[in-house]
């Protein structure tokens, strides 16, 4: 074992209750770093060995890895990737976890779980150190995240750390994620399923606990460099901003550049919708206090408490930017307080509020339309901006109730059951439900979207930010109005930008890192320093982005074994064929067919979409 990490991985068949350590050599560490990196290697190995199966089957493995400095004191060294197959997209998956689970996976001396099987009842795990139970959840199943947190961490000890899927998860909706938490500081690994996997286990919860500690090749070094770090994050760039707002924040700003989603993705602007639903709203009404994950020194959590009107009493985490733009712009909802309560109910079921808002755009248009009535919804009118609708079908979904129990599937398979047109308005590449960033206003998005791992996610690639004019010293800098003018719609420049940012995002998550300090303009050549104190290596910024590329395509190569090809690297019709009325993006679509051949030839892959040779070159960071 090296540095840092702690070199072991528990492996658990949870039908039979065997377990065994699986190590981690330092080689593979070198190859893959940790996290959604060396989860990716092993995935591939279990589908080269295993004939395929649905993610939702007992022998499907869910793939939980910390990133190789969650734990530490590296700024957001705090992060856990839950990998393996989506039962939403049947593609690639990595849902990410913030919050204290993953730094105390660390001080437990893990590195991660790999579980297979089912268990015979719903239970749950408890980590104790070296020490595993496995617990009877009966009285916990049914039971949302909040309820279940309070009632194992009582059960085992105060100071534990709990994952755990709510309702949805045990009824398998597959828009659902895993959560830890609980009320006071709810974070989900929310996109792609995993917690559907988690129910499909009967698994209703991990909680751990551990007192061991990272060690450092140069912990004084690596002291005076996340201090010099943290520094720089909250001194560059929108970091403050976090800090103060969070991400909700930049929903007046998203309305600006004409990035947000706007009536399932058909208008132009909604300029006091968003005013109403946005950070600084929160911050003048509901809000009660600051959040921060582990390590972190930005605190973009925002906690808040609604004290009168229909809505008083709900309180806890409060809304995203994410959650503030599907459920306001894209529904037209534009009362901060129900999307509070809309944020709530998706938190105690552990749904993804990206996928929920968006499939119920698609629903909210398939009413207008009379593609589906009353009948099909239970008696609810599905009219935009009707708060109370849209609390009702968030219910629905989490129930399987009816049209619900289609809605809980995604948006994909509820267009192909409707059909009537209505594929020409499902917002979603590969099966994934579009997040807010909107490529008319950010072309380089749409390279993103259609070739990104887990299908349409913003966060592997996060290149709107450069059109936004923020930079980071050494990579990305200069000419920043051009880029907030112009350059930003500029297909031809598209895929090298989207190649970029995706090499760089595509270490974060491996290394256990919130993207939020690279959006404090910290750069490659810093990252890598951090990785460098830890742990003894001698990495340049190029190296990092190398690996970056290389960990990109290992995903892609998964892809191809599960049958994704150049046919499937396509954004939803509306977004690359209609353009917005209105805005500073009115009029702008991607040039697809410029786009697309572009980003092929800069990743290597061949003209069906699979890496080349040469695109899988590997290229080991020195050790000292």
């Not at 996290?35 to 591939?44: D, Q, R, V």
């Not at 909040?146 to 899927?165: N, P, V, W």
């Not at 979409?609 to 050790?623: I, N, V």
Request: aromatic share 8%.
């Amino acid at each position: 074992m090296g540095f840092v990490y702690a070199g072991r991985i528990l492996q658990i068949d949870l039908g039979t209750g065997e377990h065994s350590i699986r190590p981690i050599t330092d080689s593979e560490v070198q190859t893959y770093l940790l996290g959604s990196g060396l989860a990716a290697k092993i995935y591939l190995d279990w589908i080269e060995q295993h004939d395929l199966v649905d993610p939702l089957d007992p022998r499907s493995p869910l793939i939980v890895l910390n990133g190789l400095l969650s734990g530490t004191f590296s700024p957001t060294g705090c992060r856990s990737s839950w990998c393996g197959r989506s039962p939403l997209t049947g593609i690639w998956n990595e849902a990410n976890l913030g919050g204290h689970w993953g730094a105390e996976l660390r001080f437990a001396g893990y590195d991660g779980l790999i579980l297979t099987g089912r268990c015979a009842k719903p239970t749950y795990l408890w980590l104790n150190g070296d020490t595993l139970e496995f617990r009877d959840a009966s009285h916990v199943w049914g039971k949302d995240q909040f309820d279940t947190h309070d009632i194992l961490l009582a059960e085992t000890d105060d100071k534990a750390r709990c994952a755990s899927i709510g309702l949805a998860g045990e009824k398998l909706v597959k828009i659902t994620g895993v959560a830890t938490g609980g009320h006071s500081h709810s974070r989900l690994a929310a996109r792609g399923g995993m917690g559907a996997v988690m129910g499909s286990k009967n698994l209703k919860a991990i909680v751990v606990r551990g007192s061991q500690k990272p060690t450092y090749y140069d912990a004084k070094g690596f002291h005076t460099t996340v201090k010099a770090a943290n520094k720089f994050i909250m001194a560059h760039g929108p970091a403050e901003s976090l800090h103060l707002v969070g991400t909700a924040g930049g929903h007046p700003t998203t309305d600006k550049f004409g990035d947000n989603a706007i009536m399932n993705w058909r208008g132009g602007n909604w300029t006091e919708g968003t005013i109403k639903t946005s950070g600084q709203e929160i911050a003048k009404t509901i809000f009660s206090r600051h959040t921060f994950c582990h390590a972190c020194p930005i605190g973009c959590g925002k906690a808040v408490e609604v004290k009168e009107g229909q809505y008083a009493g709900v309180s806890g985490e409060g809304p995203e930017y994410e959650t503030l733009c599907g459920f306001g712009s894209n529904l037209q909802c534009d009362d901060v307080n129900a999307i509070a309560a809309m944020n709530d109910w998706c938190n105690r079921y552990t749904m993804d509020v990206i996928s929920v808002s968006s499939v119920l755009g698609f629903a909210f248009e398939c009413y207008e339309k009379g593609l589906i009535t009353k009948a099909d919804t239970g008696g609810v009118e599905l009219k935009w901006g009707d708060a109370e609708a849209i609390i009702a079908m968030i219910h629905k979904i989490a129930k399987r109730e009816d049209i619900g129990d289609l809605l809980a599937e995604g948006t994909r398979a509820a267009a192909k059951k409707i059909g009537r047109g209505s594929d020409k308005f499902a917002m979603h590449v590969k099966g994934m439900e579009l997040p807010y960033h909107d490529p008319r206003g950010f072309v380089s998005m749409a390279a993103n979207y259609a070739t990104a791992a887990r299908g349409a996610c913003h966060l592997e690639a996060i290149s709107y930010w450069r059109g936004v004019g923020i930079e980071w010293e050494g990579w990305q800098e200069g000419e920043k109005q051009e880029w907030i003018d112009a350059k930003r719609f500029d297909s031809a420049l598209a895929a090298e930008q989207a190649v970029d940012f995706q090499n760089y995002m595509s270490v974060y998550n491996p290394l256990g890192l919130c993207k939020f300090i690279a959006k404090g303009s910290f750069a490659p050549a810093q990252t890598a320093e951090l990785v460098n104190k830890a742990m003894g290596w001698s990495w340049t910024g190029q190296e990092l982005l190398d690996m970056g590329a290389r960990l990109f395509n290992l995903k892609r190569l998964i892809n191809i074994k599960l049958g994704i090809s150049r046919k499937d690297d396509v954004l939803p019709h509306r977004l690359e064929f209609e353009a917005r009325p209105t805005g500073t993006a009115a009029g702008m679509l991607p040039d697809m067919k410029r786009i697309l051949p572009d980003y092929y030839r800069l990743r290597k892959w061949d003209d069906d979409g699979a890496p080349t040779a040469d695109a899988m070159l590997p290229r080991e960071p020195a050790a000292a």
